[in-house]
């Protein structure tokens, strides 16, 4: 937020580091893993613009997260599609974004449709691009939107 990029990722490293050293118990933060932080400095990217290296992280962190972190996965996708839309990917973007509409249909997360109203405003200008028109008409199926 305040555009210190390189304070940022060293102390994205640092939190790396220390996690890579601490001891594992499985119960006091076992969310608090690499893909959390990865994910964590990919938001960073978007904020700064850095939409490829935002894609790249947010693709990596959703490839590490475990399969049990299903609301969290549609988060990350619903992300990593608005990254991809921010590097002019519109057709990927639809395509990610589609996945993360049925883990929010599935789920009923209000995070994963907050995300997803980000991307879909995100798309609305490229409505006729292959796939996008596609994602806004699921997203309808799932969100009551105002008369």
Do not use: C
Not at 112 to 126: E, G
């Amino acid at each position: 937020m305040l555009g210190e990029a390189s304070e940022t990722h060293k102390a994205y490293d640092t939190g790396l580091t220390l996690l890579a050293r601490a001891d594992s118990d499985g119960v006091w933060g076992s969310w608090l893993d690499s893909a959390y932080v990865n994910t964590a400095r990919a938001r960073s990217l978007a904020a700064l613009g850095n939409y490829e290296r935002a894609a790249a992280g947010f693709d990596n962190a959703i490839a590490m997260l475990p399969s049990a972190y299903r609301r969290d996965r549609g988060v990350y996708l619903a992300r990593a599609a608005r990254a991809h839309a921010g590097t002019g990917n519109n057709v990927l973007a639809a395509r990610i974004g589609t996945q993360a509409v049925g883990i929010a249909a599935e789920t009923g997360s209000a995070r994963i449709i907050q995300q997803l109203d980000r991307l879909d405003q995100a798309l609305a200008p490229a409505a006729s691009e292959d796939g996008v028109a596609e994602f806004r008409a699921s997203l309808d199926h799932i969100v009551l939107h105002p008369a």
